[in-house]
């Protein structure tokens, strides 16, 4: 099972992503949008302020600027609104209900250095505002996805705190695309180590601890055995849903091996799982009973 190698480097600058996105974005008012009327926070959090054990997550990952980086950029937001949540209602079972978010990368990995030298652009706030005044239209959450390139994990998520002190916003950790000092994304898989993780789990448990929020999702992906290192080290947080997703695009048989590859040894018991699924590249996408057929059950599952 190979994960996909993307295009890169279609950003020339933040502006232009500001503009493509403003442009996506400002699309939405059709009606299929939905953002009229925009529901209270507390929607998604009424019944409870856990996400998981009690709930199930499913997402669309991408971001406005290019189809090409997934299912939440393929039309207009309203739009995807729409089919995320057709997707989502595959996965309601009794006693476990769904919420829908949405996967927005938030720090985007170059091919090239780019303004900042790093290879990578940041999402604009303004982009990221509309997606999260989205979700909220929609009764779902938002999730800021960092591929960091060459640059910091933690500098970027604690540049996203003010999105982050938001009961409804998560985090996502895109190993892959940490490719060091001197790596360049697409040429080299990156990786993440144990203590790096540890630290972003512990700064959103501060977050939940200091300002009375629900719990929080931290999603780190995944799709080689060296990608998270030192994976047994990893901390549980009381109001933190760590979650191990499993990434990588191929046919049934080679995806639920990799499943159950990826969670062999066990890593520990209150970390979460994920599952991710590609439109585009899998081959015979697996039907929503499918993916809940796998064991454990993913708590979270995203479509690329």
């Known amino acids: 099972m190979r994960r996909r190698r993307r295009r890169l480097g279609f950003l020339g600058a933040v502006a232009g992503a500001a503009f493509v996105g403003g442009l996506l974005i400002g699309a939405g008012n059709d009606e299929s949008a939905d953002t009229a009327g925009e529901p209270e926070i507390e929607d998604v959090f009424a019944e409870s302020d856990r996400i998981f054990p009690e709930r199930r997550v499913v997402a669309f990952y991408g971001a406005p600027q290019d189809d090409a980086l997934g ?11 729409l089919r995320l949540r057709q997707q989502a209602d595959g996965y309601d079972r009794a006693g476990r209900p769904v919420i829908p978010a949405f996967e927005l990368i938030a720090t985007i990995a170059n091919s090239e250095p780019g303004e900042n030298g790093l290879y990578n652009t940041p999402q604009p706030d303004d ?30 998520v604690e540049r996203l705190e003010e999105f982050l002190v938001e009961p409804d916003v998560g985090l996502a950790l895109d190993p892959e695309w940490n490719v060091g000092p001197e790596g360049i994304p697409g040429e080299v898989i990156g990786s993440v180590d144990a203590d790096v993780v540890n630290e972003a789990s512990e700064y959103l448990q501060t977050l939940v601890d200091e300002n009375d929020l629900p719990q929080k999702l931290l ?35 080679n995806k639920v091996a990799k ?17 991710k699924l590609f439109y585009e590249e899998d081959i015979g996408l697996m039907t929503p009973q499918q993916v809940l057929g796998l064991r454990p059950q993913p708590d979270l599952v995203v479509y690329e």
């Open 71 to 81: 299912a939440l950029g393929d039309g207009k937001p309203g739009e995807v609104a």
């Open 127 to 156: 982009v990221i505002s509309e997606y999260l005044k989205l979700a909220r239209a929609n009764g779902a959450l938002l999730l800021l996805d960092i591929q960091p390139g060459r640059g910091d994990f933690m500098e970027e």
């Open 219 to 253: 999603v780190v992906h995944q799709f080689t055995d060296d990608m998270i290192a030192n994976k047994e080290d990893l901390l549980s947080r009381p109001d933190v849903a760590v979650t191990l997703n499993v990434d990588g695009f191929g046919d049934r048989p």
């Open 259 to 275: 499943y159950e590859d990826l969670r062999s040894p066990a890593p520990p018991e209150e970390l979460s799982a994920g599952f």
